[in-house]
């Protein structure tokens, strides 16, 4: 049954192969090319592994995958969704075994059909709707890779702790021997290793100690194999029913950590600076978070087109209890789910853990955290606790009665699961497709029109008669007036009518620069500036230096910029408005605020050297040349000092940056 399973996750796939990079693939590999190796060799591979600007972590093991799929296969997304695919079915099959393991521990019930509904489970899992963009979606292999490794250490746990629980009467050898403590290394090595392995991937790999004492509370309940005792134990010393080494382990890696990491998080989560560059505040990303806790759950079990939109930036965040009125709802139910899950737990343990992995599962991109309020790939490993509850009351003739109307629910439920996935991997097989498909599920989403107007942009080849020129103004103009879009509609606008030679509306640019000066500017907006600097610098386009300088001083009028937008200004700056002073001054900047970010050091060095300030170039080839980990640096450091080497030694500058 399970090879069936594969099969048919495999066949509702598949025509999803076809499609094409999607948002946030752009960034992360597209135009990432520290994950378009020119080779395998070791420099090439360590500059691919610390390349992501996903993240400060920077995800080294999903970058290397990206990269080995270059290798292999150039930036063909055909190869790197096949490849999430595989994951998928990966994962898929130790859900199934992690499922039969949980099953086989739960200590109320034997489930004689244990087997058959760890099938279940998993299949539902490999073919949920929710679970798609982590396939699909190419840069979510970060999501599908930490959660293998994950399941993996879930599984050393359970059978760790199931060797450490077997019932041998302590009068026996190995019952004197005592404390298994193979076993218990088994426990620490599941949740230690593979959450490292896991966060070269993603940081939610994290979260494996969690769940294991998740799993603990709900089944194994902290006890140690000598609790039981026989008539002929009477004499034996009484021990204690407590295990002290399981309970030691979760404080030594989940406790400690997790005090230290508040400790570390706390001071800037309470800086209202930090959500300066969001339209939520800490106090209404709690409250939002209420009601898209729940909507994960409809969204899993009961998914539709519409709720499953790709695109979640049309959400109305909440501003008190009652606005909107689902807000109080919503923490009403998830405090009766938190309520059914402590009272579930001595009767039935197995719903009780899937309602507490379920819930775990949101506690680090459902809380505190400034992160984007709402993804459906945050769900990966969500889904499995919500089916780990309803599929045993489902599947298990003896569970409940009526198991005829429990049959054909489940019935039901998957060919909903199935057929949804289907449709929708179907759309995704075409880029136009999924454009238009998109936009018509979240008709207020400005990400949504916006897509669906490059889209049209990209088939137009930048021909002013192609109809899909016509065609773009109306998403993009729609998206640009939509609440909380970003500049990104506009800079399309923008780019598209310069490429073409058209018109560019001052509309465009007002809306541009007053988007700018009045909230601080996110990735989206730095990124619309620097595509617009790149056409200006590749001669694409031809804009007006008044209303660049506007737009970037508008962005850089809010205090802290990003490093990433200084190093953009001063590459305008520099480039466009061959103002060189200016250019390096910003580009230094750029380096204070980050570093770590060899790029931005690079670039500084370069002026430098075109203004002949060998001395100071020097000084800062020092700098660079300690960022240079495993050499992936080093041709890079090689022109440098070869560009250095023809100058004359210069005095150092005593002007300010």
């Not at 060799?41 to 093991?61: C, H, T, W």
């Not at 279940?120 to 709707?129: G, K």
């Not at 190419?138 to 019932?167: C, D, I, K, P, T």
């Not at 009526?402 to 489940?410: E, F, G, H």
Request: proline share 7%.
């Amino acid at each position: 049954m399970l090879l069936t399973a594969f099969a048919m996750t495999l066949a509702v796939y598949w025509p999803g192969l076809s499609g094409g990079f999607l948002f946030d693939d752009y960034p992360n590999i597209v135009d990432n090319k520290g994950v378009q190796p020119t080779d395998a060799s070791l420099p090439s591979l360590v500059g691919a592994a610390l390349s992501s600007p996903a993240s400060d972590f920077k995800r080294p093991l999903a970058s290397l995958s990206f990269a080995a799929n270059y290798l292999a296969t150039g930036l063909d997304p055909y190869w790197m969704k096949l490849t999430n695919l595989l994951l998928h079915l990966l994962n898929g099959w130790l859900v199934y075994l992690l499922s039969l393991a949980l099953l086989r521990s739960d200590p109320s019930d034997r489930h004689p059909h244990a087997q058959l509904v760890a099938v279940l489970i998993a299949a539902s899992w490999m073919l949920l709707p929710i679970n798609l963009t982590a396939v699909l979606y190419v840069v979510q292999r970060m999501e599908s890779m930490a959660n293998l490794f994950v399941l993996l250490g879930l599984l050393g746990y359970v059978a760790g702790r199931r060797r450490m629980l077997a019932l041998i009467p302590a009068s026996s050898p190995a019952g004197r021997g005592g404390l298994r403590w193979g076993s218990f290394i088994l426990c620490a090595t599941s949740i230690t290793l593979p959450t490292l392995l896991g966060l070269l991937a993603k940081e939610t790999a994290v979260m494996l100690p969690l769940y294991a004492l998740l799993i603990e509370w709900a089944l194994f309940h902290f006890r140690n194999r000598q609790e039981v005792s026989t008539a002929s134990e009477e004499n034996e010393p009484k021990r204690s029913p407590y295990d002290p080494r399981t309970i030691g382990l979760f404080m030594l890696v989940l406790a400690l950590p997790m005090l230290a990491g508040l400790a570390w998080l706390l001071p800037g989560v309470l800086n209202p600076e930090t959500w300066a560059a969001r339209d939520f505040t800490l106090g209404t990303r709690l409250l939002s978070e209420a009601r898209i806790i729940t909507d994960y759950v409809a969204w899993t079990l009961l998914p539709t087109p519409g709720a499953l939109s790709f695109y979640h930036d049309d959400f109305q965040v909440s501003t008190g209890l009652l606005t909107p009125w689902s807000t109080l709802a919503s923490i009403v139910f998830l405090a009766i789910l938190i309520a059914l899950m402590l009272w579930l737990r001595p009767r039935k343990p197995l719903v009780a853990l899937g309602i507490a992995l379920f819930l775990g599962c949101q506690l680090l991109t459902g809380t505190i955290l400034p992160l984007e309020l709402i993804y459906e790939h945050r769900n990966y490993f969500a889904s499995f606790g919500l089916l780990l509850a309803i599929m045993p009351l489902l599947a298990v003739p003896r569970t409940f009665p009526l198991p005829l109307p429990r049959y054909v629910l489940l019935a039901g439920l998957m060919l909903c699961w199935i057929g949804l996935t289907a449709l929708t991997a179907y759309v995704w097989g075409n880029p136009l497709r999924l454009a238009e498909d998109l936009a018509a599920r979240a008709p207020m989403s400005p990400r949504a029109q916006y897509e669906l107007g490059r889209t049209y942009i990209i088939y137009s080849h930048y021909d002013p008669a192609s109809p899909f020129t016509r065609m773009a103004y109306t998403p993009l103009e729609k998206a640009a007036a939509l609440p909380n879009a970003s500049i990104l509609p506009e800079q399309a606008l923008i780019f598209m009518n310069s490429r073409m030679h058209l018109p560019i509306k001052d509309a465009w640019w007002d809306s541009m620069v007053t988007k700018l000066v009045a909230r601080k500017p996110g990735v989206q907006d730095e990124s619309s500036l620097g595509a617009l600097t790149m056409c200006v610098r590749e001669r694409k386009c031809d804009l007006p230096t008044q209303r660049m300088t506007q737009a970037f001083l508008g962005a850089l009028s809010h205090p802290d910029p990003s490093a990433r937008l200084l190093a953009m200004y001063g590459d305008y700056a520099w480039n466009v408005l061959d103002d060189h002073v200016l250019g390096e001054r910003v580009t230094d900047a750029a380096v204070k605020a980050n570093p770590d970010e060899s790029a931005y050091q690079v670039t500084l060095i370069r002026m430098l050297a075109v203004q002949g300030r060998r001395t100071e170039a020097e000084k800062a080839l020092e700098r660079l040349d300690r960022l240079n980990i495993g050499g992936h640096l080093n041709n890079t450091l090689d022109q440098l000092r070869t560009q250095l080497s023809d100058l004359p030694t210069s005095v150092p500058s005593t002007s300010t940056h």
